[in-house]
């Protein structure tokens, strides 16, 4: 019931196109869904985070949509460039400071 | 306004040995966190800890794993007799608050296990 599951494993996408990553979980008493951009060598980094009661959050090109009764929330990048290419967390938090990280998703963004 | 900071970023130990790993959150914050990665996987909570104190550790091995946060000086993870599949990256974060509030990364410790 504390898993996050993430798909896909790995994503391809053309420069320019729409990066969709997807998350779901069990915990309905998760409350903070935070996702997180990791480079090679390098530790997480938070790129955006929502809360339950709210369904979609957008920051410049990255838009967080949530769906509370589904259990699913997901990442999309629009306009994405060959700098956005690492691999992408997504993460729940039950207000106990204790992350549940999924599994992660490589992105490749081809030129 | 500095990150948070890891020492060392590598280090081998052989087997049996003892790896301190340290972690010296951003300034301002008083509450930190460790995490480990082990390779193409996601980040595993280990221990939660504020100044002198252990919040949770559920996450933690029962045995050869200590975490401290002293008053004065960097948060510290202590592997003791070190085994091959202790081999990960190690990662601290910190964060203001507890309760939700954001936990900013730092750059991890990798620890390779002869």
């Known amino acids: 019931q504390q898993q996050v599951k993430q798909s896909p494993q790995s994503l391809i996408v053309q420069k320019g196109g729409i990066s969709i990553i997807n998350c779901a979980y069990e915990?309905?008493?998760?409350?903070?869904f935070p996702w997180y951009q990791q480079f090679p060598g390098k530790g997480p980094a938070l790129l955006i985070a929502i809360r339950p009661d709210v369904s979609e959050k957008k920051e410049g090109r990255f838009t967080i949509s949530f769906n509370k009764s589904a259990k699913q929330f997901s990442l999309h990048i629009m306009d994405s460039q060959p700098g956005d290419s690492a691999t992408y967390f997504c993460a729940a938090d039950r207000g106990a400071q204790k992350l549940v990280f999924g599994q992660g998703t490589r992105l490749t963004i081809n030129p | 306004n500095a990150g948070v900071m890891q020492n060392p970023r590598h280090l081998v130990r052989r087997r049996g040995q003892e790896a301190r790993l340290r972690c010296s959150p951003m300034?301002?914050?008083?509450?930190v966190y460790w995490y480990r990665q082990l390779p193409e996987e996601g980040l595993k909570f280990m221990v939660y800890?504020?100044?002198?104190?252990?919040?949770?550790e559920s996450g933690m091995p029962k045995e050869r794993f200590s975490a401290e946060f002293p008053k004065e000086g960097p948060s510290i993870l202590r592997i003791q007799q070190v085994v091959r599949g202790d081999s990960a990256a190690y990662f601290c974060a910190s964060s203001r608050q507890g309760l939700a509030d954001t936990q900013y990364f730092g750059p991890g410790t990798r620890l390779t296990v002869l």
């Open positions: 800890l504020q100044k002198e104190n252990i919040i949770d």
């Open positions: 300034k301002g914050h008083s509450h």
């Open positions: 915990n309905t008493a998760f409350d903070y």
